[in-house]
């Protein structure tokens, strides 16, 4: 004898007969997060695999990354006065982490030359 289908149930029964839940993304694979020691950060280490984001750095290497790349982060400017803000902001939050603390690693975070950014930033725009 038979139990008692919900409706629900019948809905899910007959949608297998008919193959709707064939050839699914995904089938057969392991669902992920579930596998091994419980991960309480599994959604946020899924969102940045799906959308190709880079994980948050803490304050430290955030600095001495935009340090290592000021380069890059003044390239596209048009106007001295635009290179010398973002390196002088950049050494005010340098100097800023120094007096207060910052999150991350201790790690050194080397000064920035204001008046050194602004003459290869001239230098590569000379050069182009």
């Known amino acids: 004898m ?3 289908e919900s409706w629900v149930d019948r809905q899910i029964r007959e949608a297998q007969e008919r193959g709707e839940f064939d050839n699914l993304r995904g089938s057969g694979e392991p669902l992920k997060g579930l596998g091994g020691r419980p991960d309480e950060n599994w959604w ?6 799906r959308e190709n984001l880079r994980p948050p750095l803490p304050g430290s290497l955030l600095l001495r990354k935009e340090v290592a790349e000021i380069g890059e982060l003044v390239a596209d400017c ?5 290179v010398r803000e973002i390196a002088q902001d950049l050494h005010h939050r340098i100097l800023t982490s120094r007096r207060r603390g910052i999150d991350g690693p201790r790690i050194v975070i080397p000064d920035v030359d204001v008046e050194r950014v ?6 590569a725009r000379s050069a182009s």
């Open 2 to 4: 038979t139990g008692y």
């Open 44 to 49: 946020v280490k899924g969102l940045l695999e």
């Open 78 to 82: 048009t106007s001295e006065a635009q």
């Open 118 to 123: 602004v003459r290869e930033w001239r230098e």
